[in-house]
């Protein structure tokens, strides 16, 4: 079972390894595991995930995957090769390439990385789906791309935490909720639309909170992660 401090995933959304390597010194411990998504990994290149790892901490690698099947499982092989602990397609791939993806990352057996796929991002709402092209609530279109996910293979989705129970009950308690768009109460939104707390989140069912800005811009990292960790404990009873 998940210790508290083991849900918490740290978005290492800065522009440098050094940068990088002073957050997961002060993290150490706290939390369990570090995301590296566009900015870090375009700024370091693939060495940053080997850095990571060599530090003993869990990488999800987030690049969000999006291509033709082909392409997408020789991006999840080459992420499997860096010994990333979970990676992201875009579940508006389709089918072929979600199986795809997850054919790939089957090929390295038990240290196989988990793939997951994003369903609708956390700073759209109902009107930006509609300028997109897509009618309906997100909860609905998070929901089909949940169940196309896991038609095909995939251990998860990236999804917001208003939408973990609907998928939990559809999919199984077994499949992955990563839910970014996390932020304590009276924190900064930026620029998420839909928002939740840790505690509503953990309540929900989300496996795994991807938060950056609230541990990272904190003035100490390590105490805004252990206060996040106890109001995920305290909402799960734990």
């Not at 796929?117 to 956390?122: G, K």
Request: with cysteine; proline share 5%; charged share 25%.
């Amino acid at each position: 079972m998940l210790r508290p401090a083991d849900r918490i995933i740290v978005a290492l959304d800065v522009d440098s390894a050094a940068r990088a390597n002073a957050l997961m010194d002060a993290l150490a411990g706290h939390v369990g595991g570090f995301k590296i998504g566009k900015e870090l990994f375009v700024t370091e290149g693939p060495e940053i995930v080997r850095r990571v790892v060599e530090r003993g901490s869990r990488v999800f690698l987030d690049l969000k995957f999006h291509d033709i099947p082909n392409t997408a499982a020789g991006a999840v092989r080459a992420a499997a090769r860096h010994s990333a602990w979970m990676v992201n397609v875009h579940a508006s791939g389709g089918p072929a390439m979600l199986r795809a993806a997850a054919d790939a990352a089957a090929e390295f057996g038990t240290s196989r990385p988990l793939v997951i796929a994003v369903t609708v991002l956390t700073s759209l709402d109902e009107s930006d789906l509609r300028k997109i092209g897509l009618a309906g609530t997100p909860q609905k279109a998070a929901l089909r791309l949940a169940k196309l996910a896991k038609e095909n293979g995939l251990d998860g989705v990236v999804a917001s935490a208003k939408e973990a129970a609907a998928i939990k009950r559809e999919c199984g308690a077994d499949f992955l909720v990563v839910s970014p768009g996390i932020r304590p109460a009276g924190a900064d939104p930026g620029d998420q639309k839909r928002l939740s707390t840790p505690g509503n989140a953990a309540k929900n069912g989300c496996d795994y909170l991807v938060i950056g800005r609230p541990i990272t811009l904190a003035p100490d990292p390590a105490a805004a992660a252990d206060a996040i960790a106890a109001e995920i404990a305290e909402a799960l009873g734990a």
